[in-house]
């Protein structure tokens, strides 16, 4: 499984973008980036996916690298709400049967 | 709401016991999956389901069984319990069974607190 790395904490101001990185440098070409986050303890929550195109949802961005060895995930409004700790996890299918290998994640505080 | 639900939502029990969690998956969703989430453990990936066959299994342990019915709902099983088996255990669903693609994404329920004394 290819192995992520993220910075173990960040801030970011109220009202302004949250740009969160994430490292996979030995990704292979038919994994997916997928970006879930979990506030307090509970469950985790999904925020996007992409493969190789930079994906945009109601909740945030995600632009891949050309070589798909990086990722960021933008929230474009981080509100306090966001806090939460992020995870950014690259996830292998088929024989693997989909399951997703959590790290240690990036803890973002939202401050006002 | 993820539309997954989990029961109960707080347990406690004594070491030696056994405890039964059980998972709703979204409706139309064939896979479930379980994961637990310790203090010095991260969460990890315990087992997955589909359509009430065995699919995929992680670092879990003996001790530990689970099985998806019919309605496909799934339980998973904790015996012989110890202090260590504290934890917070989550359930998530998907529609697939891992081809990958929208199809695939795991959505997950509030989880269960299982605190061992």
């Known amino acids: 499984d290819a192995k992520t790395t993220q910075p173990p904490s960040m801030d970011c101001a109220e009202g302004r973008a949250a740009n969160l990185p994430c490292n996979h440098s030995?990704?292979?070409?038919?994994?997916?980036v997928y970006w879930y986050r979990q506030i307090h303890s509970q469950g985790p929550q999904y925020i996007i996916h992409?493969?190789?195109n930079n994906e945009t949802n109601e909740m945030a961005s995600l632009i891949i690298t050309e070589d798909r060895k990086s990722s960021t995930l933008i929230l474009p409004h981080a509100t306090l709400r966001d806090t939460a700790v992020y995870y950014c996890?690259?996830?292998?299918?088929?024989?693997?049967?989909?399951?997703?290998?959590f790290g240690q994640g990036t803890e973002l505080s939202v401050k006002p | 709401d993820s539309g997954v639900t989990q029961t109960p939502k707080h347990l406690i029990t004594a070491t030696g016991q056994r405890v039964t969690l059980r998972c709703s998956p979204r409706?139309?969703?064939?896979?479930v999956y379980w994961y637990q989430q310790s203090l010095d453990q991260g969460l990890q990936f315990l087992i997955q389901?589909?359509?009430?066959?065995?699919?995929a299994k992680g670092n879990i342990l003996e001790r530990f069984s689970a099985q998806q019915f019919p309605d496909l709902h799934s339980e998973l099983n904790l015996s012989s319990l110890e202090l260590g088996d504290s934890a917070l255990y989550f359930c998530?669903?998907?529609?697939?069974?891992?081809?990958?693609?929208?199809?695939?994404?795991?959505?997950f329920g509030p989880g269960t607190r299982l605190t061992v004394l």
């Open positions: 998530a669903s998907s529609f697939q069974q891992g081809q990958g693609g929208n199809t695939d994404t795991q959505y």
């Open positions: 030995t990704i292979s070409g038919n994994e997916y």
């Open positions: 992409g493969l190789k």
């Open positions: 996890i690259v996830r292998a299918f088929y024989n693997q049967g989909g399951k997703l290998i």
């Open positions: 409706s139309g969703d064939l896979s």
């Open positions: 389901y589909y359509n009430g066959e065995e699919r």
